[in-house]
């Protein structure tokens, strides 16, 4: 048996993601699918270290970025849990992922207030990576 994963990735002139597809042969929808962001990670076994690539499209709202990272984080804790059951680990990640739900549910409540949020230290990464990709 075997199962493939794809992604199409439609780059603009400068090579910054635009559109993101994929398709899997256990995908549950028909047909390929579009998002707005990928992260995937690989371990090399022969360097003992991750392969990693994360791309977004130009569209993807910092909100919803932030979302995935917290969904990554959960993500992690269940495959450490299924893996090695290492609670030292798995605290560590959902402490990590508490925090985070906590800046956002702050971040909401002063939207919805009115009041200023402060700077958002993933929107000022993205604005970085934006500018070397446009560099090279």
Do not use: C
């Amino acid at each position: 048996m075997k199962s493939e994963i794809s992604f199409e990735i439609q780059l603009d002139k400068d090579r910054v993601p635009e559109k993101i597809f994929w398709d899997a042969t256990e995908n549950p929808n028909e047909g390929i699918n579009e998002t707005k962001a990928i992260s995937i990670s690989v371990w090399d076994h022969y360097h003992r270290g991750l392969l990693g690539i994360n791309l977004w499209t130009k569209e993807m709202p910092v909100d919803e970025m932030n979302h995935f990272a917290v969904d990554m984080i959960g993500n992690l804790v269940q495959m450490l849990r299924d893996s090695t059951q290492d609670e030292k680990m798995i605290g560590i990640l959902e402490d990590a992922g508490r925090q985070m739900t906590k800046h956002l549910n702050e971040q909401a409540k002063q939207e919805q207030s009115g009041t200023p949020a402060p700077e958002d230290g993933l929107a000022a990464l993205l604005e970085q990576t934006k500018k070397k990709m446009q560099k090279g």
